[in-house]
């Protein structure tokens, strides 16, 4: 079983910048694949960003490419997402989850509570 912990939202003025942090419980985390969703007010979750166990692939949404950047530390069982240029669009709950699997797939294990993310106009 994989606990994860999410860090670092928060409300930002559009134009600005967060960190989030996810930190990951248990021995196994360098074998999973990671992902980033999130999931806006009366809208259903959606995709943001991926990266495989190495760190080496990722995957990026169209809506945040070239604004987002996720990366891992696997000595800290932490993955992050560094979110710059932010919209108010991109308000939403970001939740963090585990793929079992160590290549980025449409399957995710284990998921996080959420972290609140809210972009001022």
């Known amino acids: 079983q994989v606990q994860l912990v999410e860090f670092g939202g928060g409300l930002v003025q559009a134009g600005g910048s967060l960190r989030l942090s996810c930190v990951a419980s248990g021995r196994t985390f360098s074998n999973y694949a990671m992902g980033w969703f999130r999931q806006a007010p009366g809208k259903e979750r959606e995709f943001v960003a991926a990266i495989d166990w190495s760190g080496r692939s990722t995957k990026y949404a169209a809506s945040v490419k070239g604004r987002f950047t996720i990366s891992r530390d696997n000595a800290k069982n932490t993955v992050y997402l560094q979110m710059n240029s932010l919209k108010p669009e991109d308000t939403a709950i970001y939740y963090c989850?585990?793929?079992?699997?160590?290549?980025?797939?449409?399957?995710?294990?284990?998921w996080g509570q959420g972290t609140q993310v809210t972009v001022s106009s």
């Open positions: 989850a585990a793929n079992r699997g160590s290549y980025i797939s449409s399957v995710y294990d284990y």
